[in-house]
């Protein structure tokens, strides 16, 4: 088993940062790829980041290139999505993620383990 719990998120007017983190326990962190997803209100749960365990490759969905990063600092076992240039479409609440597979998902059924969220609310 896995425990995920993430924090970081708030209220940020458009054009701001926040960093979200995501603490994992249990199972060892670093041999899990990790994740970001997020779901607004009336939508579809939706990958917006991903980091593989084994080279630390990543990957993000088009509309966040540029400005999220992802990262993960295995000895602290925690993960982060660094979130740049926030605009209001980025509101959602926000999800890490962790999977048993070594490569990058974008489905959520590729994910064996989930924290509970994390909102963001990017106002305009």
């Known amino acids: 088993q896995v425990q995920l719990v993430e924090s970081g998120g708030g209220l940020v007017q458009a054009g701001g940062s926040l960093r979200l983190s995501c603490v994992a326990s249990?199972?060892?962190?670093?041999?899990?790829?990790m994740g970001w997803f997020r779901q607004a209100p009336g939508k579809e749960r939706e990958f917006v980041a991903g980091?593989?365990?084994?080279?630390?490759?990543?990957a993000y969905v088009d509309s966040v290139k540029g400005r999220f990063t992802i990262s993960r600092d295995n000895a602290k076992n925690t993960l982060y999505l660094e979130m740049n240039r926030l605009k209001p479409e980025d509101t959602a609440i926000y999800y890490c993620?962790?999977?048993?597979?070594?490569?990058?998902?974008?489905?959520?059924?590729?994910?064996?383990?989930w924290g509970q969220g994390t909102q963001v609310t990017v106002s305009s």
């Open positions: 249990g199972r060892t962190f670093s041999r899990y790829a």
């Open positions: 993620a962790a999977s048993a597979q070594s490569a990058i998902f974008t489905t959520k059924n590729r994910y064996d383990y």
């Open positions: 980091i593989s365990w084994i080279d630390g490759s990543t």
